[in-house]
């Protein structure tokens, strides 16, 4: 298994530039979200899904969209980058969303830079 | 809201010492803590977690205990050693509203051999 893979790995956008983070898991893992890590703010939650065609906001939404078309697939789109949105973009899977399944599998993240 | 507080932000030890890390979560329906190993350049990796049922629970040399009516919770890491060296993060995730996992904001710690 490869496990979760994210990329590209580094990418540096312009304002107002579009762009889509693909992440991709091949666990068959229900749960999927995606988190930014910022400097001195740990890990917050931008946007997970419990399943295929289905997805919710977490703490920090605003400026992102999901879809979940296929359980592998958990694409993260930035519709018109910001320089706040400069971070480290985390994609994560677990099982399913249920309680009695709770590891989280993190993938090698994404290093977004918004000039 | 929510909150983890996570301390300390930075903990240098000498190899073969202990390395304790401390964190207070906000939410009591919180049930399960987990902690996470970062290292350079690679996302976070489970390393231990610790149910509300719990109070105590150890891995080798690593250990989480758990006080529900304080509210804290820590990691133990007993003879540190250089490839401990990296950033840990505790959190807290409470069985409703989505299962949502709050993280504190990060040790970073530093094995000195």
């Known amino acids: 298994n490869a496990g979760v893979t994210q990329t590209p790995k580094f990418q540096v956008l312009k304002t107002g530039q579009s762009m889509t983070l693909q992440c991709a898991q091949d666990?068959?893992?229900?749960?999927m979200s995606w988190y930014r890590q910022d400097p001195g703010m740990g890990l917050r939650l931008i946007h997970y899904?419990?399943?295929?065609?289905?997805?919710d906001q977490g703490e920090v939404p605003n400026g992102y969209n999901v879809s979940r078309s296929t359980t592998e697939d958990f694409p993260l789109r930035l519709l018109s980058a910001a320089p706040s949105q400069t971070s480290v973009y985390f994609c994560a899977s677990k099982t399913d969303w249920t309680a009695s399944t709770d590891t989280q599998y993190f993938g090698p993240g994404t290093r977004l830079t918004v000039l | 809201g929510e909150n983890v507080e996570q301390h300390p932000s930075t903990l240098s030890v000498q190899e073969g010492d202990s390395a304790v890390i401390k964190c207070t979560y906000s939410d009591s329906a919180s049930n399960y803590f987990p902690w996470y190993k970062q290292e350079l350049g690679k996302g976070p990796q489970l390393i231990i977690d610790?149910?509300?049922?719990?109070g105590e629970k150890k891995d080798q040399r690593i250990a989480v205990t758990l006080n529900k009516t304080a509210k804290h919770f820590s990691l133990h890491i007993t003879e540190t050693q250089p490839e401990d060296s990296a950033v840990y993060f505790c959190a807290a995730r409470r069985p409703q509203g989505g299962f949502k996992t709050i993280f504190g904001a990060g040790t970073r710690l530093f094995v000195k051999a």
């Open positions: 899904s419990v399943g295929a065609g289905i997805t």
């Open positions: 610790i149910r509300s049922n719990v």
């Open positions: 666990m068959n893992h229900e749960y």
